[in-house]
């Protein structure tokens, strides 16, 4: 293993939200299937065969540690449950003029300050930044949650059930959504920067695969 | 708090598998290596964002397995310093407070990291913050007055409540079970194994601490500023 770029980009918790949703309904998706041919095989009076039990080791470790981040982000604390694609460009790009830092955006965004205490903590010397600015700022903030959005979540709430109900947004919009917020220049940056290291001198594994090669 | 890292790694897809789409084979592999699992100097991961490349498949002598080099982004946690994120009080003890993420919980708040002044109550197992105690003299009051105070006036920093913390430091650990130390023909007793990861939080300044706190606070708050980070 190597690692070719520990910080390659920042992701904003919605943008995991997303994924890990979409991890969660494919993987219930999977578990229906199997369990429906499961049943028709058996109500047909044929050997279980093989292809059901690939799809059943899913990864215990995936598993956990979706489950429990998508409980720590659809908690009633986070604002995420307001939040929405639209909403999140809007707000990054209404952010722009202010030269806050991209850390500084990306918590704007996760955290969704209402009140300018909560704005304070996020960005440092606010007063002499933004000055009388600040209520601006926090309108913005305000304007990209959606109110209907809050109510109807947090009556729902206790997660899992969430991940059904609402529909995912597919791997584009989000793809879309992590350029529009920390900017495609690093985007384009990063993927130029990757050095493809396929010399393969190491011995053992890495070494075996190339012989063939060279 | 998340980032994607970039990782390239060989991996083998076992035969049982070879009827599943190459790529879904390959993720379902990078997940069952690298999801819910600390990687030193990168942080915890969470699950696989995309293939970047892969080559082509190849068998070695001595197994069926089919060998991919994959190159592949990662969703991993690792907050960086100074960012602020939410968190619950998983529990209280002397030394501090202990934080929990759901899926990730060695973060800590040491008590250097309290809001001033504040103690321990061992009868409640919280800590309480008292901000009337302050105002005289400027001197920190000892654990004794402040235990003293009467119980109405303190802010408890319950169990289960929510914090919007800081965090000031990560550190990673990685202790490998070596072989047994002996000084002097006597065997040290090895220490106890400690979290592969772990974050140091503060709540140390105006905004932070439990949200509720900070619910209704009005901007006047601001002027005294009692930030010990």
Redesign the interface.
Known sequence: MEVVNPRSSLLSNYEVLNLLRELESDHLAKTKTALRIKKEEEASGKPVTGATTIEDEICENLRTVEVEAIQYLTGDFQPIAAQSDAGITKLVQNLEPYGFTKAEKLQIVNLAPTEPVELYVIVEELEDRLGERMEEVLSHVRASLDPDAVVAVSSTQPSGGVAENQPTSNSATEAEATIEVYGEETWMQDTNYIEWDDSGEGAGIEGDLEMDDE | ??????????LPILP??F??PPEQALI?AI??KY???V?H????C??V??L??A?EG?V??GDGCL?Y?V?F?M??F?P?A?????AKVKSSDEEGIRLT???FDDMYIPLAYLPQPAAFDPNERAHFWLPEAATEDGSAPSTHELLDSPTTSRMYIDKGE?L?V?VEIDEFYDDEPGPPKATEGVRVEREQRRAPYTVTCSIA????GP?AW??S?E?A??GEDKDQG
């Open positions: 708090m998340f980032q994607l890292s970039i990782i390239k790694d060989t049982a598998a009827a599943l379902s997940n069952k999801a819910n699992r990687l100097e990168v942080g915890l969470i699950a964002f995309d970047v490349e080559g190849k070695r002598y060998w080099k190159t982004r969703v991993v690792r960086f100074s960012e602020v994120i939410l993420l759901g899926f929510v919007r800081r300044e105006q905004g932070l949200v900070w619910k606070a901007p708050a601001e």
